[in-house]
């Protein structure tokens, strides 16, 4: 018989991945003080919630008013999450950096525990969780999006403490999460097919639902913005920069760049998008079903990232799951790769910008589409050996009936 684990030891490993938030925070301070200039998404998420108090338009071609010289950037979110960055109008400019970066730390050791939960994996050592949260910021997009002030680890956690522990519970908060994350950022909605398809349609309804009581709310509130928005804003991807620059790591982006932005480009992207909808749904159902939600919900993550017209390269986030996911299943080499592939920064390596992407050759275009190809083909793959596990089940099904 084992012996029992301290109750100490988990508590331990909390508190000192809190530490590392804390250190992240005060980094944030130092910025402040030092008066550097970090993390200009986040000061645009401040700047929405200024915008909105002050009465102002959010979707112009002009820089808000509420931004520090040194920010150039439009306000690309929904109506909905204006009212939702409150908060942040309530710190300095300089320190909003420091407090989203700390958050995002936080949202890391959720995420990473939730996973080894999910997987009833107990973890007999306090310094694990620290660890692996040390670990998971050599990620290229988890420090990228640290590094910009993004909220992506934020809105992960958010649908990873949804799917994977209040629906799992049959709580009736459930889709509620997502329904919020989707009111701050579009790509989150995709998580309500993800419950319809895993059997939680209550789940599904509560998501859309306060999603869409949270969006009529700002029509009612700022009805010219959210007309805005949701007739031009939302169909317009070029309004968050160039899709065929190699960050944007999704089927558009890898389209756009080998067709030098032909105006097809689009609708060939979705045709891939929905060729892979057929395996991507499928697995998804059969992974559900024999009970393991982790992987499901990782395999809609990353077709989402593919789908989205634009998703940069510090949104594939999803990486560090996955690498747990991997890890817990005792696929160490696998876990390695994945680690290796999003650590190596390859899409900051190959040339870009400008028309660079234009010129690649095989070589740069395998490199440069590195995210894109990697979870196509691992999703396609895994369809593949599920659908063998599939067939093999049925024959040992058939023989034992003979």
Do not use: C
């Not at 891939?272 to 982790?294: H, M, N, Q």
């Amino acid at each position: 018989m084992s012996t029992p684990r301290p109750a100490s030891e988990p508590r331990a490993g909390l508190l000192a991945a809190g530490a590392l938030a804390v250190v992240m925070l005060g980094f944030g301070l130092a910025a402040w003080l030092g008066e550097w200039h970090l993390g200009a998404d986040s000061v645009v998420y401040r700047a929405g919630a200024l915008t909105l108090l002050k009465g102002e338009p959010l979707y112009t071609r002009e820089v808000l008013t509420t931004l520090p010289s040194w920010v150039m950037l439009p306000f690309t979110y929904t109506p909905a999450a204006a009212p939702l960055f409150l908060p942040l109008a309530l710190i300095p400019a300089g320190l909003t950096w420091g407090v989203v970066g700390a958050l995002s730390v936080v949202s890391i050791t959720v995420v990473i525990a939730v996973v080894l939960r999910a997987r009833a994996v107990v973890v007999t050592r306090w310094w694990i969780l620290p660890a692996a949260t040390a670990a998971a910021l050599l990620l290229e997009p988890v420090w990228k999006t640290i590094f910009l002030g993004q909220i992506n680890l934020i809105l992960m956690a958010v649908v990873v403490l949804d799917v994977l522990v209040l629906s799992a519970r049959g709580s009736r908060w459930a889709g509620v999460l997502i329904g919020l994350a989707a009111a701050i950022k579009l790509t989150p909605l995709i998580f309500v097919p993800h419950l319809l398809v895993t059997g939680r349609w209550r789940d599904a309804l509560r998501a859309l639902g306060t999603f869409a009581l949270v969006e009529a709310v700002m029509f009612a509130v700022i009805p010219g913005d959210a007309w805005r928005f949701w007739t031009e804003s939302a169909t317009d991807p070029s309004r968050v920069g160039s899709v065929h620059w190699i960050f944007n790591q999704s089927f558009n982006g890898l389209v756009s760049r080998a067709s030098h932005l032909a105006p097809w480009s689009l609708a060939v992207a979705v045709a891939l998008a929905a060729v892979l909808a057929v395996p991507a749904v499928w697995l998804v159902f059969r992974l559900s079903r024999r009970g393991e939600p982790v992987a499901a919900l990782l395999v809609t993550a990353f077709y989402a990232l593919l789908l989205s017209p634009v998703s940069w390269s510090h949104h594939w986030v999803w990486s560090l799951p996955l690498i747990v996911l991997l890890v817990t299943k005792g696929r160490r080499w696998a876990a390695a790769g994945v680690a290796v592939l999003f650590a190596s920064a390859v899409v900051m390596l190959v040339p870009n910008g400008g028309d660079t992407e234009f010129g690649w050759g095989l070589g740069f275009s395998v490199l440069g589409n590195a995210y894109v190809v990697a979870a196509a083909l691992g999703i396609a793959g895994f369809a593949v050996r599920e659908l063998r596990l599939t067939r093999r089940s049925a024959k040992v099904v058939a023989g034992l009936a003979q």
